[in-house]
């Protein structure tokens, strides 16, 4: 297991995407949570412990490196990287529509923290060196078309800051756009927003970037975006102009061909660190929904994963292995060959054999009796499933094979036990 891992591990540190496909049940969620762990801590190797791993993976998650989602047909380019949000001001003036960050633009910023580049001591210092409205200095907005001027009053929870051009009549240091300092705090390290003011926040935390080189700089430590059923969404809508970005040799801190862009809302200057690595899952019968195009395909990595019953006789309890087996096999096949299983004698002449395999983790039970539930509600409504869409072909057998399946049994043991005792 470990050393599957790490052959995966290598090809996503090399091409930095990599997808997972294969039919339901093969493991792609646990095989994610083990690239993913074994990433971003090459010291654990206990694979062979479900818990252990799922433990770090939680720990690595509750620490920021790890981040999971799943795509849907309704998400879009403004849920992931950055769009206009309703934001309803606290002085109940009304509503304003403000730059939020999606998951996407938040884990690639805190990738790009190097460790060591507190940008959260680099605030306090800043906001030493602009103490007082004599002090104060120009930054550019985000747009780079107009300027701001910001200084702060010892004592203050507020950075105050103002229009370079400001033709205001009340005193010289009238803030009317004062800055939460927390709240631009946690602007800068992605956990957060400044509410009133974020794009004012962005362009004082860019202009604390750049008095201490800040920018452009990628941390250490690896981070993750696990993208769950990522078919499931129009992939290149969601992306959008950063679908160039994901190639390694345009990736920021260690691409040949860096490529930063210009986001659409906030106006920011963009890029993918070299240290954001992304793994999508996707199951090879699902044909309800979008497809991914050779534009896509070209920046991921495919790995496919098929069913095993290795992992059954592995895993599984020896009071109920045999059987977990032998059903398996029964509907599955015995090798790839197997022209007498199931899925091969039914199979459309659209799918590939791996793509239809019912996956092991259906047979996973821990005695006859969760066998056989998970053979009555999982395993047999799939197939039917399958059948119904034109996955695979009905015949007139089919439901003696679903009635034995659904009492644990083998249909054509069964069918030979029968054979022999009519013979007799």
Not at 2 to 11: G, L, P, T, W
Not at 231 to 240: L, T
Not at 339 to 367: C, P, T, V
Request: with cysteine; charged share 30%; aromatic share 10%.
């Amino acid at each position: 297991m470990k050393e599957e891992i790490d052959n995966y591990v290598r090809v996503l540190e090399l091409k930095k995407n990599i997808i997972l496909q294969g039919a339901p049940g093969t493991g792609k969620t646990y095989t994610t949570a083990s690239i993913a762990v074994r990433l971003c801590n090459k010291d654990f190797a206990d694979f062979s412990d479900h818990s252990k791993v799922m433990a770090e993976y939680e720990r690595l998650q509750d620490e920021g490196q790890i981040a999971f989602c799943t795509f849907h047909q309704s998400m879009d380019y403004e849920d992931f990287v950055e769009g206009l949000k309703p934001v309803v001001s606290e002085d109940g003036g009304g509503i304003t529509y403000e730059v939020e960050d999606g998951l996407f633009k938040s884990l690639c910023q805190r990738a790009q923290m190097k460790e060591g580049a507190d940008i959260i001591s680099c605030i306090d210092t800043y906001l030493e060196s602009i103490k007082g409205y004599e002090n104060r200095k120009t930054i550019p907005t985000l747009t780079g078309k107009s300027q701001l001027n910001v200084w702060w009053k010892e004592g203050n929870k507020t950075i105050s800051s103002r229009s370079a051009f400001s033709q205001s009549e009340k005193e010289e240091d009238y803030s009317p756009s004062p800055l939460n300092i927390e709240k631009v705090k946690l602007q800068a390290i992605g956990d957060g927003k400044e509410n009133n003011w974020p794009s004012y926040a962005a362009a004082f935390i860019n202009a604390v970037k750049r008095e201490y080189q800040l920018e452009n700089q990628i941390s250490s430590k690896p981070y993750v975006l696990i993208i769950d059923e990522i078919n499931r969404g129009n992939v290149s809508k969601i992306f959008g102009e950063l679908i160039t970005l994901l190639e390694a040799d345009k990736r920021s801190g260690g691409g040949d061909h860096h490529i930063r862009l210009t986001l659409p809302y906030s106006k920011e200057s963009f890029a993918v660190p070299a240290n954001l690595y992304i793994i999508g899952t996707m199951n090879t019968t699902d044909r309800s929904t979008g497809s991914i195009d050779y534009a896509v395909r070209r920046r991921f990595a495919f790995v496919t994963l098929e069913a095993s019953a290795e992992v059954i006789r592995t895993h599984v309890d020896e009071s109920v292995r045999d059987l977990a087996i032998s059903l398996f096999e029964e509907i599955n096949g015995k090798s790839r060959d197997d022209q007498n299983s199931f899925i091969y004698q039914h199979k459309s002449g659209d799918f590939e054999l791996e793509d239809l395999m019912i996956g092991h983790s259906y047979f996973m039970a821990d005695d006859i009796e969760s066998l056989r539930l998970k053979m009555r509600y999982e395993v047999v409504p799939l197939i039917k499933e399958y059948i119904k869409d034109g996955i695979l072909r009905g015949k007139k057998d089919d439901e003696h094979y679903f009635s034995s399946w659904m009492d644990a049994k083998c249909y054509l043991t069964k069918l030979s036990e029968d054979s022999e005792d009519l013979v007799e």
